[in-house]
């Protein structure tokens, strides 16, 4: 069994506030001037990338998509079903199209880091989220900017800030050019990682079916990014079990919100809607009736948004105090 350490990354949050894409561009520009890494097109047909694939010089591509939509968009469930069957490291990966017949690519090696709002991964079809594509991809969901700030430079010396961009660029570099296969060392890390295994397996952390495939490949991300916190450090490519520590620790400080991640997918329309209307009432804390069916009007008919009201309250999400000319608030716990 082969693993390879390239990632699939998926961050998911709400339009703006989080700021994905400011994440995602230190990333993109970092690369950018590292030899060797080729980026992929912004935009690109699922044949666009494997004839990129093709071209490359190992096999290797890296992909930064700003709207994760606009990446699928092109050629829908075929690009879903692409990455899917690329992801597993197959020694030879063969695609046939019309015009050309089958097109092969030596050892494919794709890089993702995108980016994408609640509502399209609700989209999702059910089948993608719970098995398939969605189970190779490791999802960050953020719904809050973790500092408010306009200008940074108040943060941090910009001369420091400098010598770390140009330290992170020169190990960057160094790291591209490293080649060979990892090893486990001599102390039972192996066996160690087995015993992990064997007790976790089963034992799924999350109640909810959507996120069972993710949790059955997740000892394989987990080895991904034990490759990629060694030669962080050092060029000796034998993973500790220490190493498997820091990336299991990594992993799953991920999976602490992938439940809201997958949460609005399925049959109901109206999740994402149930959730804004929540997080009105928390932010305003307390608004009346009136004013909450106002500002959600355009999202269902009114009586199907008093049913949603009606539901929420039910659920002990929010609650509700006084006459018909109420507040509802927020209810915590």
Sequence with gaps: WEVYPYLFIIIVGPPGKPRKTTSQTFASKLLRVIPGIKLADTSLTQQDLHEDLIKSDDGSITIFSKEFANLIA?????????LTGIFDGEVEFSYGTLGRGKRKVEKPCINLLGCTVPSFVAEMPLAIIEGGFASRVIFIH????????????????????STLEAQLKADLTHIATLKGEFKFDSNGTKDKIEEWYRATADNFPLSDPRTHGYFERKPAHVLKVSMLVRIAYTDD?????SDFERALKIVEETEK???KVFHAVGKNPYVSTMD?????VVTKKGVPRKELLSRFYPH???QQLSELIGALIAMGRIKV???????????PG
């Design 142 to 161: 953020v719904s809050e900017v973790r500092k408010r700030q306009f200008f940074y430079d108040s943060l941090i010396d910009m001369e420091t800030l």
């Design 237 to 241: 490519l034998t993973i500790t079990f």
């Design 321 to 331: 105090e006084g006459s018909e000319e109420t507040t509802i608030i927020y209810k």
């Design 74 to 82: 092109p050629s829908g469930q075929i690009m879903y079903e692409y």
């Design 257 to 259: 919100d992938l439940s």
């Design 300 to 302: 269902a008919p009114p």
């Design 276 to 280: 804004q209307i929540v997080q009105f």
